[in-house]
Structure formats: structure tokens, C-alpha cells
Nanobody, 122 residues
């Protein structure tokens, strides 16, 4: 069974930083592109970032480019999202996602985590 478990969310003030982690199991981690989506209440889930299996190809949504950094540790089956200079509009549930094709991960995924809440106060 594939399982993606996010952690690291919380309540912070604007300008603060958080680091999200996603631990994966049940899949060949280094054979998958990994990424992050987010969803605010009443809004559609949106793409945030993705990283290829070797970490060479990386995508960011324009809204987070320059502030967020995605990385992965294949030995630990874990992907990270370092979030700096957080803004209130970053408030959302953040979901870890996995697929074998990083291009597909811009819009969808094969596997999803349960999500972790990030709340940024003004």
C-alpha cells in the first residue's frame, strides 16, 4: 500500500518560515517524481512545486518562486518543502503527491497524502 505522510505544518506569522516533510512508503521512491499541492477552503487544489526522481528537474508555481524550495532525500524516502517569507495567501492544506512523470505532476498525481495545515497570520 502506498502511503504519503506530511508533517511540519503549523501556525506562523507573515514573513516566517516552515519546512514541510513528506515520508513515502509502498513505492520505489527514487522512481517517482514528487511534489506539493495546496488547497484553501472553498478553492480548488493548486500546484505548488515538483522535483524529479534525481532532483535535476524542478518546477515552482509563480506564486511561490523565490520563496519556496523543494528537495528530496531518496535514502530517507522523503521530500521537503522549505517555505520562506510566508504570506497570508499561503494559508492552505498542503498535500504531498507522487507520480512517475514530473510533467503530469504539474496538474495531477498518482498518489496523495492526507495533507498538513499551514496557517499564516498577517
Amino acid at each position: 500500500q502506498v502511503q504519503l505522510v506530511e508533517s511540519g505544518g503549523g501556525l506562523v506569522q507573515a514573513g516566517d518560515s516552515l519546512r514541510l516533510s513528506c515520508a513515502a512508503s509502498g513505492l520505489t521512491f527514487n522512481g517517482y517524481a514528487m511534489g506539493w499541492f495546496r488547497q484553501a477552503p472553498g478553492k480548488e487544489r493548486e500546484f505548488v512545486s515538483a522535483i524529479s526522481w534525481a532532483g535535476v528537474t524542478i518546477y515552482y508555481a509563480d506564486s511561490v518562486k523565490g520563496r519556496f524550495t523543494i528537495s528530496r532525500d531518496n535514502a530517507k524516502n522523503t521530500v521537503y518543502l522549505q517555505m520562506n517569507s510566508l504570506k497570508p495567501e499561503d494559508t492552505a492544506v498542503y498535500y504531498c503527491a507522487a507520480t512517475k512523470n514530473i510533467v503530469r505532476l504539474r496538474t495531477t498525481a498518482d498518489y496523495w497524502g492526507q495533507g498538513t495545515q499551514v496557517t499564516v497570520s498577517s
